[in-house]
């Protein structure tokens, strides 16, 4: 049977009301003596504190929900880890949700992570170039409840959080690609109604169309490692790109993308970077262990999420922005020839 609230009050000579005061974590505490007998008490007989009450007792839950498009992504699960690492030490538990980048599935995590009566929900990840309405109407009526709203990557009007530099950061990687002598480029765009697959293109292409280049072409597609496989196998077969008569540097909107091309280039029997030369976005885990190594925009991942996690636990201005911008690194699969 198991150890009831009562039990451990009749076995510490108090009152249930005492006992739950003591282990449900309420502002209303006993004497230390009294405390520490309930304490005492629930250890001997194994209690554990029901986290309903314990959350009725402190008006918190103590929990954060942390919403992600694909926890398989290393994109995502980097920020997760920093986002665990900001929570770190709080008592503060984290619950995950993957929604596969299904707006529906997003906001049946948002209503999902409201009914716990979560203390915050952390977003992760791009947004949709129009704010979804729905999404939107959800957030308003957790923070209306007392809820706190994070985002990490786009924002919302309606929160603060760590944003990214996307379009800075992609323009700096074009110049580093152009100094290094690269003036044949295509682009592998990724999902245009995404903002940061489109703040990264769009910093690429205007560094290039400042310096007085055009690029081979611009194609869309899934932003994924599938859809970076699938656009550059297509174009291969296509002939688009004149390959391997002349080397030509493909940007991807996204590490996983670039991994997906370059797949496809290896199976095509074409090299990298001898005949297509590739650069990503992120700098994922493991990118630069690669061969060859890939070229990319470094962005601290892992302290994104920690920096959200920070925010969370923060008192003060809740539409307060972090701007974070990357870097680029420049490895083999850009080397010019």
């Known amino acids: ?5 009562a039990d451990v009050a009749k076995e510490a000579g108090v009152s249930q009301a005492t006992a739950s005061r003591v282990l449900n974590g309420s502002k209303r505490t006993p004497s230390q003596e ?11 007989l194994g209690y554990f504190p029901n986290a309903q009450a314990q959350a009725l007792a402190r008006s ?18 980097s920020i997760a880890r920093g986002v665990q690492r900001g929570l770190d030490g709080s008592g503060v538990q984290l619950l995950l949700s993957s929604t596969g980048r299904d707006p529906q599935a997003e906001l049946s995590a948002v209503r999902s992570f409201l009914s716990h009566r979560t203390d915050a929900i952390v977003l992760a990840g791009s947004r949709g170039i129009e704010d979804d309405d729905d999404l939107v109407a959800a957030l308003e009526q957790y923070q209306a409840n007392g809820g706190k709203v994070v985002m990490i990557g786009q924002p ?14 992609a323009a700096e990687l074009a110049q580093e690609l152009l100094r290094l002598g690269h003036r044949r480029f295509a682009v592998l765009a990724g999902d245009q109604s995404l903002t940061t697959a489109l703040d990264r293109v769009s910093g690429f292409l205007a560094k290039l169309k400042s310096s007085g280049i055009d690029p081979v072409l611009v194609r869309e597609g899934a932003f994924t ?38 797949t496809a280039i290896r199976e095509a029997g074409l090299r990298v970077p001898e005949d297509v030369a590739v650069a990503g976005f992120d700098d994922i885990p493991t990118l630069g262990d690669l061969v060859p190594s890939v070229s990319t925009v470094r962005l601290p991942l892992e302290e994104i999420g920690r920096m959200a996690g920070e925010f969370v636990l923060t008192d003060g201005d809740e539409q307060r922005r972090l701007v974070v911008s990357g870097h680029p690194v420049l490895r083999e699969s850009t080397r010019k020839l």
Request: with cysteine; glycine share 10%; aromatic share 4%.
């Open 60 to 77: 918190s839950a103590g929990l954060v929900g942390l919403i992600v498009h694909d926890i398989a992504d290393p994109y995502f699960s």
């Open 225 to 262: 490692r599938d859809g970076g496989y699938l656009e550059m196998a297509d174009l291969i077969r296509s002939e688009a790109l004149e390959l391997p008569a002349g080397q030509v540097c493909v940007f991807c909107a996204n590490d996983v993308m670039a991994l997906g091309a370059m």
């Open 1 to 5: 049977m198991a150890v009831r609230l």
């Open 34 to 44: 009294i405390a520490d007998r309930v304490r005492s008490a629930a250890q001997r």
């Open 156 to 169: 919302l009007a309606l929160a603060g959080g760590v944003h990214l530099d996307n379009e800075g950061a």
